[in-house]
């Protein structure tokens, strides 16, 4: 299944602000998660929040075809 992902920050200069990833039925955030990492090579990105369908996530929540998932990671500010 295509998964449409909006980034954000950090995560946005690495792969631009919106990608379609393609995960297996049942994936969750984690794996998600994992895919994008590994897609970054040697780049360290900061680890995000995810909002699925523009609600906060937990890494064991299952992923829908069709979901939105925006990736935010922290942001410093003074």
Do not use: K
């Amino acid at each position: 299944m295509t998964i449409s992902v909006l980034l954000f920050a950090s995560w946005a200069d690495a792969f631009g602000a919106r990608l379609a990833v393609e995960l297996p039925p049942g994936a969750r955030v984690a794996d998600l998660l994992h895919e994008l990492q590994g897609r970054a090579a040697s780049r360290t990105l900061p680890a995000p929040m995810v909002a699925v369908n523009q609600r906060y996530a937990t890494l064991d929540q299952v992923i829908q075809l069709g979901d939105e998932v925006a990736i935010v990671p922290p942001v410093a500010g003074g």
